[in-house]
């Protein structure tokens, strides 16, 4: 199947040849058909399955019909959890609008808000929003949902995650009863069914893209079992031995990320990092630069664990493993995109025993372990729960 067969029209077609795409995805192929026929839609998929463009496609082909728009108003809203993704979706939309006359904004806190409220003075097509801004500027009357069309909740398992439940339940008060309503997320919980109902009503179609073979991104995954005190010397001498050239590294708070980018300085490892601290403009730089690859090693806060698209970054590295066995999952999705081959290193102490039992679970396999005679360890990690046979049965 082509992307020609979906419904799509010539300008939008020859931007994603141009961009590389020879066939939809599972997603795509389905999701697309769907939104074209302004039907509502409810799509579990997971990430690097080409998600963004099987809403923001078919959303452009809805647009593009030569309709005046007036100022202060969007003909269609697509919320997302944080900063990182509204620049990444929006930067998507620009791409496949490109032989368009089509307009898109990111619009999200963390920087003056001033410039945002005039852009949307003449209008804009296309939001890409977090909840936060977006009920600022409503409240500031800087723009206005009279003339919305298509409302996108976009990664909505982490909107709830991060506590937008309430954001998003102000919003949906203010936008016209007449839209179309698409939600996607990683997973359909009963927390995500609830908003669903909330959102997005009870005649939609749902769409559940499951991974096999052919989808699931090729990650090699293991896993170091390291003391806490020699995590950031094992780390130097996996670098400097693998000779790696790139690695996204997270990490949990802001204080360990700088304390890490300093660690590796001394021996020798230029690296940068990105968290909550640092300034909207000062992330976008960074950001830019790891993705050329002027910065090689990047350490991350979770704020950026789904805020990141690079088609070929080689490896995710857990320094710290996160309590969540979803957010394990939307970390290592960082690599192994668009069918690249990608590597996923953690480092467990014996502290993050309860967490690594919860991800393999949650994996359904044992995670591979392996060894450096360089680092012994001093309190060791116990066998997985996955491994583990009581000893009246061995």
């Known amino acids: 199947m082509s992307f020609s067969t979906l419904g799509l029209s010539e300008p939008i077609l020859k931007a994603v040849a141009e961009l590389g795409y020879t066939q939809p995805t599972n997603i795509q192929k389905r999701a697309i058909p769907v939104i074209l026929s302004k039907k509502d839609l409810i799509a579990a998929a997971q990430t690097g399955t080409g998600k963004t463009a099987s809403f923001v496609l078919p959303i452009l082909e809805r647009l593009n019909t030569g309709y005046t728009l007036r100022g202060k108003r969007i003909k269609a ?7 990182e993704l509204a620049v990444q979706v929006e930067a998507s939309i620009a ?21 945002q409220k005039q852009r949307l003075i003449w209008g804009v097509d296309i939001i890409v929003a977090t909840p936060g801004r977006l009920l600022d500027m409503s409240h500031q009357r800087a723009l206005h949902f009279d003339e919305l069309e298509v409302l996108v909740l976009d990664e909505a398992d982490r909107m709830l995650d991060m506590g937008f439940r309430e954001d998003i339940n102000k919003i949906i008060e203010r936008l016209p009863n007449e839209r179309q309503n698409l939600l996607f997320s990683a997973t359909l919980s009963d927390d995500i069914r609830s908003l669903a109902k909330r959102a997005i009503g009870s005649n939609a179609v749902e769409i559940s893209i499951k991974q096999d073979a ?5 990650i090699e995954q293991w896993l170091v079992t390291v003391d806490k005190t020699n995590k950031s010397a094992l780390l130097s001498h996996l670098i400097k031995e693998n000779e790696w050239q790139q690695a996204l590294i997270f990490i949990e708070t802001k204080h360990g990320a ?10 020798d490892i230029k690296a940068e990092c990105i968290h909550s601290g ?20 990047l350490v991350a806060t979770a704020v950026a664990a789904r805020g990141i698209d690079i088609d070929d970054l080689d490896r995710v590295i857990n320094y710290d493993l996160p309590d969540r066995p979803d957010d394990y999952i939307h970390r290592i999705g960082r690599t192994g995109r668009a069918g690249a081959s990608g590597e996923a290193i953690s480092f467990v ?3 993050n025993f309860r ?18 005679e360089e680092f012994p360890v001093k309190k060791v990690v116990p066998v997985s729960i996955l491994n583990f046979v009581p ?4």
């Open 391 to 394: 000893k009246n049965k061995q």
């Open 95 to 115: 791409q496949y609008s490109k032989h368009l006359e089509l307009s898109s904004m990111a619009m999200y806190g963390g920087i003056d808000a001033e410039p």
């Open 214 to 218: 052919t989808t699931k991104p090729k």
């Open 258 to 267: 700088a304390k890490l980018v300093s660690q590796l300085e001394k021996r």
């Open 77 to 83: 809203l697509i919320l997302t959890p944080t900063r």
């Open 278 to 297: 640092k300034t909207q403009e000062i992330r976008e730089r960074i950001l830019a630069d790891f993705k050329s690859g002027k910065i090689k090693f």
């Open 355 to 372: 967490n690594l039992c919860a991800i393999e679970s949650k994996l359904g396999h044992i995670i591979e372990r392996k060894e450096f």
């Open 349 to 351: 102490a014996k502290d």
